[in-house]
């Protein structure tokens, strides 16, 4: 089993940042890649960033590219969301993954909302 944790969301003015962060724990961090999904009011969950389990080159929705970065530290079994450039659409509750190779996301945090003001 995977347990995870988000932290850092909250309220900001549009074009401002945030960096959420999610703590893991369970079976061994490296073992699985991390992801960020988000779903706003009404709408389904949709895909933000992934990263492999070693990190490499980390995979975007195309409405995040250029704005948030997605990151790793494996010796803390943390992964982080850095988020730039903040747009009003990109409130919503935001939920950390985790994934074996060759699995689905099948292992959720409980989300950690975020509120962009116009």
């Known amino acids: 089993q995977v347990h995870l944790v988000e932290s850092g969301g909250g309220l900001v003015q549009a074009g401002g940042s945030l960096r959420l962060s999610c703590a893991a724990s369970?079976?061994?961090?490296?073992?699985?890649?991390m992801a960020w999904f988000r779903q706003a009011p009404g709408k389904e969950r949709e895909f933000v960033a992934a990263i492999g389990w070693s990190g490499g080159t980390p995979d975007y929705a195309d409405s995040v590219k250029g704005r948030f970065t997605i990151s790793r530290d494996n010796t803390k079994t943390m992964a982080y969301l850095k988020m730039n450039s903040l747009k009003s659409e990109d409130t919503a509750v935001y939920y950390c993954?985790?994934?074996?190779?060759?699995?689905?996301?099948?292992?959720w945090g409980q989300g950690t909302q975020v509120t962009v003001s116009s």
């Open positions: 369970g079976r061994t961090f490296s073992s699985y890649a």
């Open positions: 993954a985790a994934k074996f190779a060759g699995g689905k996301w099948n292992y």
